[in-house]
Structure formats: structure tokens, C-alpha cells
């Protein structure tokens, strides 16, 4: 059951932890889980100009769409991660999913550091290079 879980991404917890089907229903049953519906109307996830900092409903999306730091091999999981903009918001980026990803707060550093490049990749994920 756990195996079939994993592959289709349920049962995650933003710590990156996991949990059995159960013990999600339970859960369920005694606290207030935001259930994720990417895309829906009750939610906006694009703020485009109107807003700099991500919202609470954009960051779950990235969470469940990153599922961590985008940085290549990091394994930090969402919930230590900061939202960054792609394009930086001063230079005419927007807040919206697709100019957004997690960065755990080293490779956020990094990815503003002059003294690195980074390369963005077709996965969704992110290198970094020292300059010379």
C-alpha cells in the first residue's frame, strides 16, 4: 500500500516524511488539512505585479509541485524552503507558479551571491557554478 502511495505522491508530509493512509484519515478526521487543488477557482495562484511576496496558497502548489529545494541533489523539503522568483520581482518578474520555485535557504543565498552563476535545467531543477 505504501509503495503505491509513494508513487502517486499522497501521504507527504512537507517535513518529507510519510505516512501511512490511515494515519492520513485520522489526521483528516482532527485537524484542518488544506486539501490542494492546483488550478481551482477557489484559489489564486497567479498574482502577476500586484504582489512581491508569495502567498500561502502558491507555496503549497510549489510544495507539491517541487517537492523541495529545486537546487540539483538537495534533499531539504519544503518546509525549510523559501519561494523564489525566477526573473527577480525588480526586474519585471511575477508572482505566479511559473516564475516561481523552493530554494532552501543555502541555495537561496547562492542563486543571489555575484560570485555564482546558476543554470536553470528542462527537470525544474537548478546548478550552480562558481565564476572565475
Known amino acids: 500500500l505504501l509503495a503505491d502511495l509513494h508513487a502517486a505522491g499522497v501521504?507527504?508530509?512537507?517535513?518529507?516524511?510519510?505516512?501511512?493512509?490511515?494515519?492520513?484519515?485520522?489526521?483528516?478526521?482532527?485537524?484542518?488539512?488544506?486539501?490542494?487543488?492546483?488550478?481551482?477557482?477557489?484559489?489564486?495562484?497567479?498574482?502577476g505585479r500586484t504582489r512581491r511576496t508569495y502567498s500561502r496558497a502558491q507555496r503549497i502548489a510549489m510544495a507539491i509541485r517541487d517537492q523541495g529545494c529545486t537546487a540539483q541533489h538537495c534533499d531539504r523539503p519544503p518546509a525549510i524552503c523559501h519561494a523564489h522568483h525566477n526573473t527577480p520581482w525588480a526586474h519585471g518578474g511575477h508572482t505566479d507558479l511559473h516564475d516561481g520555485r523552493l530554494l532552501c535557504g543555502h541555495h537561496h543565498r547562492r542563486i543571489h551571491d555575484p560570485a555564482y552563476t546558476h543554470q536553470h535545467h528542462p527537470n525544474g531543477t537548478v546548478t550552480f557554478h562558481r565564476r572565475t
Open 11 to 47: 501521504c507527504r508530509l512537507d517535513t518529507g516524511g510519510h505516512i501511512t493512509a490511515a494515519q492520513a484519515r485520522r489526521l483528516a478526521c482532527t485537524a484542518s488539512l488544506i486539501p490542494a487543488v492546483l488550478g481551482g477557482r477557489s484559489e489564486v495562484l497567479d498574482l
